[in-house]
């Protein structure tokens, strides 16, 4: 038969060497991330050594104490930040997806390119243009404008993913709402938002992520706010004149690990299938 | 192979969420007002008792937002581009239309050509190269060996980097002198490289930091794109006596060619924007060998201690020209494959 | 009926994604922009806005405090935000149109030109600030058609540090090194010895250019003619160097501090570097030195200025303008500009800091170097030398990196520069 054909190897021998293989693959792409952990370690004299030590014998631990010491709130800034982008993220392209994929607007595919355009925008040029908006509207150098500037990453995102993944839903699903008496927005939120469950985990994976390491706004916008997130307070340690890159890297892998939590527990998630919970032909 | 090919129709017809492809999203929009949808039975019209208004009052919220948040800043860059901008009309106001004069000052500029070059090869062959391992990575981990789903996970560390970690990571590793890389290569006997400081090398290291940090996005868009479709093609195949190569060659990459382009376009309009990468490495440089238009407008606003506003934007709408282009190119294609 | 109930609920739930998100501000409200906005005015107290360029300060840092003493000395409260130096610029820029302008900035000195030349600066004179205290080689890079617009805080420039123990193992006397001819040949005798010679930053920023200046300047060219003998020369002096492997190929990516990080490791001889490395080299594990840069034909290379100027943004409200003068003068006062200079590593803008500073050792070869050393936008050049030294570090890179001679690179700098001045 066909397996017999492919190899010899008895399957869990297969499965065996696909996780060996599997961990080679991560490994590589690892390691640069390895190397930031090992420059985190690292003391200054030996950060341009020739040749470079793979792993830092001879280390020290000041640029985690300067992060323990200095970082915390920036984290939790971060953290906020990053929550609060999801929530108006999701508020924002779970309606629209749904309007797109299903309730079919006239003008609904200018919608969409209309989407597409806006992620062809470059940050910067967002940013300068919220600038003199956010003073009108009294957001700048607060953390709700920020927030409102990091959704603008995600939701164009955001509403493709929902618009993907709600075409998805079978049109009887929403047809045995309706016959029950139920309006648009009851089948929305009754039906058809929980049976997009993974939709909205995916659309909450980017948004996060993509919160989490913004800097263009964080920069532009939010730079004399009193809490601001981690990409900014890795500048504590670029001075006009010097820059200590044992700490920066030592707040790069402090900041990465909720972060790597986060993923891991979403994965499953973003993992299981788009056939769950539909009703299947 | 008859058997085969059915098989693969038989997907795309089936009705059900399982079969559907994500990414028809933006052609089904394009044909709302359209009636019948040939090659993708079983979706009928929505029922006709749901009003334009509802259907617009749900997307009311995202269009506000897009017209202010897109549309003003679009409109301020392009306003800025068609201007004589100094830093005292910036600050002052009262800057004249130059109409397109900035635009020619931008194609005349020596740069122009190089950074063209440089955009178009740092692109496509990023996109090309992140989306053929994306894609690779993901049926490699389908196949759900143990830890996979761990070792997946930890494919996307990358992105939780902040971009100035990740590229100042990649700049020390290609370091000419004291960089991992390099002192890798000598223990091969080969000559150190000088990734970032010479003019041969300084795009290619580029394009490569750039390609690890993308390949996180495709690997999650086209694992879920495998996941949408169904086992019993793969079984039915099976069955035929199909070994995985024909399985994945047949099968997989054709049910996923609506992936395959969205994801394409999306990682095109992401990738045409980057610039931190470039700028945290090599500046555009050494001389302009690394330079690509975004980089090049940010060089023009932000590189110099005197701003040229003018220019900068002027680039930076060039820029958004090009991804339009692509846009249209990708709308069309998709109104191709409807038709046929 | 239907309709109004979608839209009413949709309504709602628009309205408590609002509520929500602005509900952050009652632990994310952060200063409110600028001084133009503030309740006050002027005389009786009121909120003063300063930003620097220090982000490595924090607020319990000496420095912050210091603002706020001189805030609270004057009546007023001080509100001050460190932004990363090389976004300042456009942050003045942006604060500037949409006005809300900060009551006081320090920013790096050769900006000063672009912002006054943007009208987003106050002059001295309208201020009523005394400048006659500070010293004229450095007050000179804010001098635009006649007019101050700041005051330096402080100032700082290059010197060449040495490693005594890889000098002494290659056989070399720092004190012999009086031009280009015996630098050079120092720095083969200790490539002999197995050492590493010179390391220094020609990254293609402004970084670059300002160690590039020194032997631009020690060959006796001009801002003005890049493509002189003499400027040709200084660059081929730094190809050569290149070329013979006195210098590591990262020079042409390497910013101050990793160049310092290079000189760190205890294996090169010598490091263009700055003032501000005084604190960093106590550490180095070594013995050090600094000698002057060379010039080619003997004697001390001018070299630039670097350091912040405090200024005073326009404001709308020109009622602020004596305060903000009160806080300028507190922040440069001989006491309050030692206690600056000495957590900046700087040296004293003034005559009465620099006599104090003298003092010092280790202090008095820089504050000789700065006494010689020269404003990068002096000699009127303005908003012209940014323009002027784009072009210089772009021929740099491209003479380093090997894509044209020194003589081509320089030629080509000097076109450029011209168009884009005239």
Avoid at chain 1, 241 to 269: C, D, F, H, K
Wanted: include cysteine; hydrophobic fraction near 45%.
């Amino acid at each position: 038969m066909s397996s017999a054909r492919t190899t010899a190897l008895t399957p869990a021998a297969r499965r065996g060497t696909k996780t060996a293989l599997g961990l080679v693959l991560t490994a590589i792409m690892l390691f640069p991330v390895y190397w930031m952990v090992n420059v985190s370690f690292t003391k200054t004299s030996d950060m341009r050594r020739t040749p470079p030590s793979l792993i830092p014998l001879d280390g020290t631990l000041d640029g985690y104490r300067a992060v323990l010491r200095d970082q915390l709130p920036y984290l939790g800034t971060s953290l906020l930040v990053g929550v609060a982008t999801v929530a108006l993220t999701l508020v924002l392209a779970a309606p629209a997806g749904f309007a797109l994929a299903k309730l079919r607007p006239r003008g609904g595919g200018a919608l969409s390119f209309a989407l597409l355009v806006a992620q062809m925008i470059p940050g910067i040029i967002m940013a300068i243009g919220f600038y003199a908006a956010f003073i009108k509207l009294g957001v700048l150098n607060t953390l709700p404008g920020l927030v409102l500037a990091d959704s603008t990453i995600a939701v164009p995102f955001g509403v493709l993913i929902y618009t993907a993944f709600m075409s998805g839903i079978p049109d009887e699903l929403m047809a045995a709402a309706r016959v029950d008496g139920a309006s648009t927005w009851r089948t929305f939120v009754s039906v058809v938002l929980p049976v997009s469950r993974n939709a909205t985990v995916t659309v909450s994976l980017f948004a996060f992520l993509w919160a989490w390491s913004d800097f263009i706004f964080a920069s532009t916008l939010a730079s004399g706010s009193q809490l601001q997130p981690i990409t900014m307070g890795i500048y504590r340690y670029i001075g006009n004149n010097n820059q200590e890159w044992g700490s920066i890297m030592a707040t790069a892998v402090v900041a990465s690990v909720p972060a790597a939590v986060l993923l891991v527990l979403a994965q499953r998630y973003v993992a299981a299938g788009v056939t769950a919970g539909a009703v299947k032909d | 192979m008859t058997t085969l090919e059915q098989g693969g129709s038989a997907a795309s017809r089936s009705s059900g969420a399982g079969a559907q492809p994500p990414a028809r999203a933006p052609q089904d929009g394009a044909r709302s007002s359209g009636g019948s949808r040939p090659g993708a039975g079983g979706r009928r019209r929505s029922p006709s008792s749901v009003s334009q208004l509802t259907a617009w009052a749900f997307a009311a919220p995202v269009v506000v937002y897009l017209l202010a948040f897109y549309a003003v800043p679009l409109y301020r860059n392009l306003d800025l581009s068609l201007r004589d901008y100094t830093v005292r009309s910036f600050v002052q106001g009262g800057a004249e239309f130059n109409d397109f004069a900035n635009y020619t000052t931008v194609v005349a500029d020596p740069t122009f050509w190089p950074a063209l070059w440089h955009t178009l090869v740092f692109t496509f062959v990023s996109i090309g190269v992140q989306f053929a391992l994306g894609m690779a990575l993901a049926v490699f981990f389908f196949q759900h060996f143990r830890l996979s789903t761990t070792l997946r996970a930890l494919f996307l560390v990358p992105w939780l980097l902040p971009l100035i970690v990740s590229a100042s990571t990649w700049a020390w590793m290609l370091n000419s002198d004291s960089g991992v890389v390099n002192y890798a290569l000598s223990l091969v006997g080969v000559d150190p490289v000088h990734w970032l400081t010479s003019p041969q090398w300084a795009l290619t290291s580029v394009i490569i930091a750039n390609i690890w940090i993308g390949i996180p996005f495709n690997l999650v868009i086209v694992y879920s794109g495998l996941q949408s479709i169904p086992a019993d093609v793969y079984e039915a195949a099976s069955l035929d006596g199909a070994g995985p190569w024909q399985k994945f060659w047949r099968i997989t990459f054709p049910l996923l060619r609506p992936v395959t382009a969205i994801t394409l376009l999306l990682g095109l309009v992401y990738t045409l924007k980057v610039f931190d990468i470039i700028w945290i490495m090599t500046r555009g440089g050494p001389g302009d060998s690394s330079q690509t238009f975004a980089t090049w407008a940010y060089d023009e606003s932000f590189g110099n201690v005197l701003p040229r506003f003018g220019s900068g934007s002027a680039i930076s709408t060039l820029l958004i020209l090009m991804a339009l282009v692509a846009g249209l190119v990708y709308i069309r294609a998709q109104h191709k494959q409807e038709a046929s | 009926m239907k309709r109004s109930i979608v839209s009413r609920r949709l309504s709602t739930a628009v309205a408590l994604a609002a509520v929500a998100t602005l509900g952050l501000s009652a632990c994310g409200g952060g200063s409110a922009p600028g001084g133009a906005a503030s309740s006050d005015s002027g005389s009786a107290g009121g909120t003063y806005t300063v930003w620097d360029p220090y982000p490595q300060f924090d607020d319990s840092s000496a420095w912050v405090q210091l603002l706020k003493k001189c805030g609270t000395d004057n009546g007023v409260t001080v509100e001050r935000t460190g932004y990363d130096t090389t976004d300042l610029t456009n942050k003045a820029l942006l604060a500037a149109q949409q006005g809300t302008s900060p009551d006081v900035i320090l920013i790096d000195n050769p900006v000063i030109s672009t912002l006054a030349d943007a009208g987003a600066l106050t002059d001295t004179e309208t201020l009523g600030l005394d400048t006659s205290g500070f010293e004229e080689n450095l007050l000179g890079a804010g001098v635009v058609d006649g007019k101050t617009y700041g005051v330096p805080v402080g100032a700082n420039t290059l010197s060449l540090y040495y490693n005594k123990d890889v000098l002494d193992a290659a056989g070399v006397d720092p004190a012999s090194i009086t031009d280009w001819t015996t630098l050079t040949a120092a720095l083969e005798k200790v490539s002999a010895a197995g050492k590493k010679g010179i390391t220094f930053s020609a990254i293609g920023t402004e970084e670059g250019s300002f160690q590039f200046l020194p032997w631009f300047w020690g060959s006796g060219a001009d801002l003005t003619e890049l493509d002189s003998s003499q400027g040709v020369a200084a660059l081929s002096l730094w190809k050569d160097w290149l070329d013979k492997g006195y210098a590591p190929n990262s020079v042409i990516n390497n910013t101050q501090t990793t160049s310092w990080q290079e000189f760190a490791t205890g294996e090169y001889a010598f490091s263009e570097n700055g003032t501000w490395q005084l604190g960093n080299v106590k550490d180095a594990g070594f013995t050090w030195g600094v000698i002057p840069i060379p010039a080619e034909g003997g004697g001390v290379a001018p070299a630039p200025t670097g350091g912040e100027f405090v200024a005073a943004p326009v404001q709308s409200d020109d009622s602020r303008y004596a305060t903000t003068t009160k806080l300028i003068s507190c922040l440069t006062s001989p006491e309050n500009a030692l206690a600056t200079d000495t957590t900046l590593s700087y040296i004293g803008a003034t005559q009465a800091v620099q006599s104090e500073q003298e003092k010092d050792a280790e202090l008095k070869p820089w504050v000789e170097a700065v006494q010689g050393a020269k404003g990068r936008t002096s000699d009127n050049l303005g908003t012209d030398y940014p323009l002027i030294s784009e072009q210089m570090w772009d021929a740099v890179q491209a003479a380093l990196s090997g894509s044209k001679t020194p003589e081509q690179a320089m030629k080509d700098a000097q076109t450029a520069a011209a168009s884009a001045t005239s």
